[in-house]
């Protein structure tokens, strides 16, 4: 693998919001908005005191739409082209310039979920062609100066895509990338730690992280959280309202009391907590806009946090 010198980060150097309290949300799922869309979820997520959210866009005017209002209101996006896994896409180098020229930092998402058959269209899944191009989209991705965001939801994929990367002599990538878990809780609450169906599912993948690429990533959870309604786990109540509220409070809570819920210290390489999703009409889990209802309880208890600044290990308490 051809890669050009790019400086390695640690994590203290990464780029964050001003601001910085780990408070995220997924944006809406459409790769397409209107500029008065844009505005409105915006403000949604201003009103919410977010910094962070994941933001899908289809091409290089999208993303230069939605960058700019992003940055104007503080919020840190991590972005997410429009791709199936079978995919392969060679403006990685055009968008990430387009967002250095705007200032603002390229979190570039590089395809989701693969291993699922949803990604697929229909087509089998082929985990060989899969990673050509997840090796070239991160080649790219790295020469262009931006930073590499792998997302796996399978654990066997992410180390057959650490080996393959390694195996090509590309283990500086290792050094500007970053990983998204989807970390969703089902109807568990929120210590749960039985399995990786949980909001603490992000600690397995660190796990293979350390022992295949010898190295922590930043994290963005960019899908996660608990989805209206839901009853995966009959020997736990389904997610109502009030669950649904109380749940998401105590995600959110990590960033402000640096503590986990399995009362673990909230480890640094924890950058933020994106839940799925701030809006969708055909979203019955969407927190706005959705044929449910919008999730008023939570919404208005985020609104009421009062403000605060998340805090890492090197800074002082």
């Known amino acids: 693998m051809t890669l050009k010198s790019q400086p390695p980060l640690a994590l203290r ?21 209107s500029e008065g869309e844009l505005d409105r979820q915006i403000a949604r997520m201003v009103e919410m005191h977010m910094k962070w959210a994941v933001v899908v866009y289809g091409d ?11 940055q ?16 392969a896409y060679f403006g990685w180098e055009r968008d990430v310039n387009l967002l250095q020229r705007l200032g603002m930092a390229p979190y570039m998402q590089l395809y989701n979920e693969p291993s699922l058959p949803e990604e697929w269209d229909g087509k089998p899944a082929d985990r060989t062609l899969f990673l050509k191009n997840l090796l070239q989209a991160s080649r790219d991705v790295y020469n262009a ?63 293979i992280y350390q022992k295949e690429a010898g190295k922590l990533p930043p994290m963005v959870v960019g899908e996660g959280g608990w989805k209206y309604k839901a009853t995966d786990d009959h020997r736990f109540p389904k997610v109502d309202d009030n669950l649904h509220r109380n749940y998401h409070l105590a995600v959110f809570n990590w960033f402000r009391a640096g503590k986990l819920s399995n009362g673990q210290a909230l480890p640094d ?14 979203e019955g889990s969407a927190w706005y806009d959705s044929f449910e209802g919008d999730r008023v309880l939570t919404i208005n208890a985020v609104k009421s946090l009062s403000p605060f600044v998340r805090k890492f290990s090197w800074d002082q308490r």
């Open 13 to 33: 150097d990464w780029p964050r919001p001003i601001g910085d309290n780990g408070l995220g949300i997924h944006f809406p799922g459409d790769a397409y908005y």
């Open 60 to 70: 290089e005017i999208q993303l230069e739409k939605a960058a700019k209002r992003l």
């Open 145 to 207: 100066g931006g930073l590499v965001g792998w997302q796996f939801v399978n654990q066997d994929w992410l180390i057959s895509a650490i080996r393959e990367l390694k195996a090509r002599q590309g283990e500086a990538i290792f050094n500007r990338m970053f990983f998204v878990p989807h970390s969703y809780g089902l109807n568990h609450p929120p210590d749960y730690t039985e399995d990786v169906n949980s909001v603490l599912g992000f600690l397995v993948f660190a796990e």
């Open 72 to 87: 104007a209101a503080g919020i840190m996006a991590v972005w997410r082209k429009m791709l199936r896994p079978n995919e």
């Open 269 to 282: 390489y924890l950058f933020a907590f994106c839940p799925w999703i701030l809006s969708g009409k055909l």
